[in-house]
């Protein structure tokens, strides 16, 4: 697993504050052949319909000197 964003913490509030709770910190996906581990996975009831919604959130910033590069290294 990588380091956190520096803006983990305020993305996680973010989403609790909308009403989502925080299922995994981090969220791990395991697909067999390799493992990915996923900054936040999160739920939220919608009481109307009475069905989950889940969502997997990746938090990434790009604070380097250079946005391109910060880019290049967030996706690959």
Known sequence: MSTRDAFHPIV???L???G???TDDPYHL???FTDFYIDL???KLIAATKN???IAVEV???LGASTVSEFHMAVG
């Open 30 to 32: 395991d697909l067999g």
């Open 16 to 18: 609790q504050k909308d």
């Open 12 to 14: 996680k509030t973010a």
């Open 20 to 22: 989502w709770t925080i």
């Open 60 to 62: 990434k910033s790009f």
């Open 52 to 54: 989950n919604q889940k």
């Open 41 to 43: 996975g999160a739920e």
